[in-house]
C-alpha cells in the first residue's frame, strides 16, 4: 500500500510488540519458547485457549481445499500490512519459496527479519545485529513450508467458518499437543481459493492481524532471498 508509514507517536511500542507477534504465527511447543523468548518482549500466543467445534463435512472438505492449495503454492512475493489492540502499524514484504523457505522482512524503522531456509527459522534483529536460530520443524513455519500440508495431526483444525456477505472462508488452528498454547486463524478468499490474511490471539484476547496485498504468485526468487544476515566479526586490535 502506497503512502502507508508508522505513525511515530505509535512506532515505539509497535516495534516493541512486534516480535512476538510474528513469534504468534511462527513458534511452536515449549521448546522454541525457551529459545525465542530471552529476546521476545510480550509473546504472541501465550496462553489463549479455544474450545474445538464439531466439524462437518463440509468442513473437512473445505480442509481439504485449503490442503491441496496450499500445496499447490510454488513461490509467492506480497506486501504485507499489520496492526494490533495495541494501536498502530507496520508493513513489510512476505517471500514464500516452498518448499521449505520462507522470508518475512519488515519495513523500517522496525529492525526484524525471519528467514526460513528449509532446516532452521532464524531471526535477525538488525538493530542489535543479534541472530537466533531454531530448527525449523519446533515453529509453525513448518506447517506453512512443508511439501505436505495437512490440517490434521500436530496441528488442530477448531472451527471453519464461511463468511459469505465478504466470500471469506476462515480455519481456527491450534497445536495439537498444546492446545492452551494459542490460536492462529487463517483467512482465505473462498473463490477462487486465495490465502488472504492471519490473526493470532494472545492470552488476553487481544488479536493481531496480518493482511497479504498485492500477491504475486510463481515469481522468481532469488536464493540470497534466503540466507540469514550473520553478526560481524569485532575487529581485532593489532
Same mark, same amino acid.
Given at each position: ?25 511462527? &513458534? ?8 525465542? #523468548? *530471552? ?10 485457549? $479455544? ?8 468442513? &473437512?472438505?473445505d480442509m481439504r481445499r485449503i490442503e491441496s492449495?496450499? =500445496?499447490?503454492?510454488?513461490? %509467492?512475493? *506480497? ?7 495495541? #494501536? ?14 520462507? @522470508?518475512? =522482512?519488515?519495513?523500517? +524503522?522496525? +529492525? ?5 531456509? !528449509? ?17 525449523? !520443524? $519446533? ?8 511439501? /505436505?500440508? $495437512? ?9 471453519? @467458518? ?17 492446545? #492452551? ?10 473463490? +477462487? ?15 493481531? =492481524? %496480518? ?6 504468485? /510463481?515469481? *522468481? ?7 540469514? +544476515? @550473520? ?5 581485532? /586490535?593489532?
Amino acid at each position: 500500500v502506497h503512502g502507508l508509514e508508522p505513525d511515530t507517536k505509535t512506532t515505539a511500542l509497535v516495534i516493541k510488540g512486534m516480535r512476538g507477534t510474528l513469534e504468534g504465527l511462527l &513458534r511452536k511447543g515449549r521448546g522454541a519458547d525457551d529459545v525465542l #523468548g *530471552a529476546y521476545a518482549v510480550g509473546l504472541g500466543l501465550a496462553g489463549a485457549a $479455544s474450545a474445538q467445534t464439531a466439524l462437518s463435512a463440509q468442513d &473437512r472438505a473445505d480442509m481439504r481445499r485449503i490442503e491441496s492449495y496450499l =500445496e499447490g503454492l510454488k513461490t %509467492v512475493r *506480497a506486501r504485507f500490512i499489520q496492526h494490533s489492540e495495541l #494501536g498502530g502499524f507496520a508493513a513489510g514484504t512476505f517471500y514464500l519459496a516452498r518448499p521449505g523457505q520462507m @522470508r518475512i =522482512e519488515y519495513d523500517p +524503522p522496525v +529492525p526484524y527479519l525471519y528467514v526460513a531456509n !528449509g532446516s532452521w527459522l532464524t531471526f535477525w534483529d538488525e538493530e542489535l545485529g543479534q541472530r537466533t536460530d531454531v530448527p525449523i !520443524g $519446533s515453529t509453525l513455519a513448518d506447517f506453512i513450508t512443508r511439501e /505436505d500440508v $495437512s490440517l490434521d495431526g500436530e496441528v488442530t483444525v477448531t472451527d471453519v @467458518r464461511r463468511v459469505t456477505e465478504l466470500g471469506e472462508l476462515e480455519v481456527d488452528l491450534v497445536q495439537t499437543d498444546d492446545p #492452551g498454547n494459542g490460536q492462529l486463524t487463517l483467512v482465505f478468499d473462498a473463490d +477462487p481459493l486465495a490465502f488472504k490474511r492471519w490473526t493470532v490471539r494472545d492470552g488476553q484476547g487481544l488479536f493481531t =492481524e %496480518v493482511t497479504l496485498t498485492d500477491p504475486a504468485y /510463481d515469481v *522468481a526468487l532469488e536464493d540470497e532471498l534466503f540466507r540469514a +544476515p @550473520r553478526p560481524r566479526r569485532p575487529e581485532r /586490535d593489532d
